[in-house]
Every structure is written in structure tokens, then in C-alpha cells.
């Protein structure tokens, strides 16, 4: 064996460097987990005495914390003052959960892929598969979290206008289904956005639908929202003019059978939005695109058990990619697929029987 020692030094640089961005992972839940953010960034400029009366935590822990953020570039620190501020970009990202680029959501879902390594691990072994019932409540609230900022800024102002005809029905007052709806945050939005549509969320898990269905009172939208539980293979209603799915075909375990019974239930002239993971076809020209890591990683500890625990077990994968998209929409018997919108995590297809 041959090492070079200078390839060496750099991919072991690289590898202190990812152990380090692991480790302030934890810190990054704990401080969204304890509002210390949203905290700094209401207080200004502060030292860790004076964040810890606003947050009402203790100082030594917090100013630990504060140094370790410093050191990740997550907060900034004035050595002449001693306060620690978390500047426009770092506010944004960690405080802001409104502003398409927060991503403070992302973290839960990451400590829910450590939680639920044992049962990633076992599922290796078996193929068996790990339901999504099964994982950590962090994944479901994370991906809620991660998903909505994305869906507040484009779905209203950009998707659903790309969709032909679309926008003018649902301003007639249409009927729409969210398949796959989680905690509900894109089936409230087009409430919110077309009062006079009416909406369906669909998820199969309970849980999910409960926290869709206090969410949707909360935002004063359940006059027209109802939640059901229901798997993308059985929910009921038909002649819907829209019927949508939001980052989840590729967690299912037949996407043929789901795509096919959404079609059974759409109107004749009704369009299926199929929103997913912005991936390209091939494995050589996703490892160009710095979100392939992200995707892959959690198709390993997420999408892909989540599949393999249902019936066929298809596991697309988070980088399915749109020809294998495609393909499943064909084979469900949609004549018309079109790529009509794309951001840096979402693409965004128009499937027409």
C-alpha cells in the first residue's frame, strides 16, 4: 500500500472537518430546540450572561454553546465586546422560520437519522425495511420544518400558476387532494391561498393528520381543509381538478399503484402535481451538485427503508431523478408529463391523463 502523504493530510483535514460539522449538529438542534436563535436574534449583539437571562438557560452551558457556534460560523463574535450576533444570513437560516432559506428543520431530521440507525442497520441486514410510522417523531416534525419554508415561497406564486389552467380553477373554487400531506403545511397554504377551493389532505400516518388537523385550525382554514387518514393507494373522493404530492412519491412502496389510483380519482381534465427532490438521472452527474450528499444520505437512512417496508418496495430514492419519475407516470397510464418548474431542491412535474 502506497500512501500518498500529502492526499493523506487533506482527506483527513476533510475528515476532522465532517466529524466536526456532525458534532455541531447536536448543538444545532439544541439551540432550536431552546429558541437560543430565535433568541439572539431578537436580542442583538449580547454576551452570554445577558442571552441567558433572555433565553432563561443557564450562562456557563450557553456560553459554551455561543463558542461553539462561533467556531462553526453559525453565530459571529466581537472580541472587543464580547457579545455574540448572529448576522443578516445566519438569521435567516437559524431564526427566521418564514424565509425560504431557514433551515433549522433540517437538524431534526439528522438526529432522527442517528436515533434510528439501529433499526437502518437492521433493516440492511433483512431488506426489510423501517415504515415510516416506525421512525423517531423528530423525522416528522423536521421534514415539516425543512419542506414548508421552499413550499411558502414558490407553490403559490410559482408552481401552481406554471400548471396549465390550474390557478383559475382553484380560484372558482376547485377541489383539491394533497396526497401524502403530513403535518399539512402545503394543503394549508393553497387554503389559505384559494379560499374558495376546497381541500383534502391525505397521509396514512395518524399522527401526522392529527397535528395537520390542529394546524389547520390554527391558521383558521378548517372550514375548507379536512385530514383523513388514508394510504395514497385508498383515499376516497373523486373528479378532483387538482391532486398533489409533495416530496413523498419516492417514499412509497408501489409509486406505480399510488400514481395509478391518483389517476382513477382526478377529474378528466385534471392535472397531478408531483413535486421531488431536485436530482438528474445518473449518479455521475448528481456527485456534480453539492445537495447530492444531502439526497443520498437520507435516501440511505430514510427514503429508502421507508419503501422497502411496503408492498412492491420499489425504492426510488430521494435522486429518483425525473426519467424514472417519468416512467412511473407512464406506467400509471398519465399520457402527459412536463417539467414545469425546478428550484435548487425541488422539481416540480405536470402529469396529465
Excluded at 182 to 189: E, Q, R, V, W
Aim: hydrophobic share 45%.
Amino acid at each position: 500500500m502506497a500512501v500518498d502523504p500529502g492526499k493523506l493530510e487533506a482527506f483527513t483535514g476533510k475528515m476532522a472537518g465532517d466529524i466536526g460539522a456532525a458534532m455541531a449538529a447536536s448543538l444545532a438542534v439544541l439551540g432550536d430546540h431552546l429558541g437560543l436563535y430565535k433568541a439572539l436574534a431578537e436580542a442583538g449583539p449580547s454576551t452570554s450572561a445577558e442571552l441567558a437571562v433572555k433565553a432563561g438557560v443557564n450562562e456557563r452551558n450557553l456560553r459554551e454553546w455561543l463558542s461553539a457556534q462561533a467556531a462553526s460560523g453559525y453565530v459571529d463574535y466581537d472580541d472587543a465586546t464580547g457579545k455574540f450576533l448572529l448576522n443578516d444570513e445566519q438569521r435567516v437560516v437559524f431564526a427566521d422560520e418564514e424565509n425560504p432559506a431557514f433551515m433549522a428543520g433540517g437538524f431534526d431530521v439528522i438526529a432522527a437519522m442517528f436515533l434510528d440507525e439501529p433499526k437502518v442497520a437492521q433493516a440492511f441486514r433483512s431488506g426489510a425495511g423501517v415504515g415510516w410510522h416506525e421512525r423517531c417523531p423528530c423525522l416528522f416534525r423536521g421534514t415539516e420544518r425543512f419542506f414548508r419554508p421552499g413550499y411558502n415561497i414558490n407553490l403559490v406564486s410559482a408552481w401552481i400558476p406554471a400548471l396549465d389552467g390550474v390557478e383559475a380553477k382553484l380560484n372558482a373554487g376547485a377541489s383539491v387532494a394533497d396526497v401524502g400531506c403530513g403535518h399539512g403545511a402545503s394543503t394549508i397554504l393553497m387554503a389559505k391561498a384559494f379560499p374558495n377551493a376546497r381541500f383534502a389532505g391525505f397521509d396514512y400516518h395518524g399522527p401526522s393528520v392529527e397535528r395537520a388537523r390542529e394546524a389547520a385550525k390554527e391558521a383558521g382554514v378548517s372550514d375548507r381543509v379536512v385530514f383523513e387518514v388514508a394510504a395514497a393507494k385508498e383515499f376516497g373522493g373523486e373528479d378532483y381538478a387538482l391532486v398533489t404530492m409533495f416530496d413523498a412519491l419516492h417514499d412509497m412502496g408501489d409509486p406505480v399503484g399510488a400514481a395509478r389510483h391518483i389517476r382513477s380519482r382526478l377529474a378528466p381534465d385534471g392535472t397531478f402535481m408531483l413535486v421531488e427532490p431536485n436530482a438528474a438521472d445518473h449518479l455521475r452527474d448528481n456527485l456534480a451538485n453539492p445537495l447530492s450528499r444531502l439526497l443520498y444520505s437520507a435516501s440511505t437512512m430514510i427514503c429508502t427503508p421507508v419503501s422497502q417496508s411496503q408492498e412492491v418496495g420499489l425504492a426510488l430514492g430521494a435522486a429518483a431523478g425525473p426519467q424514472r419519475l417519468t416512467n412511473v407516470a407512464h406506467e400509471a397510464g398519465f399520457t402527459r408529463v412536463r417539467r414545469v418548474a425546478d428550484t435548487t431542491l425541488n422539481l416540480v412535474l405536470e402529469l396529465r391523463p
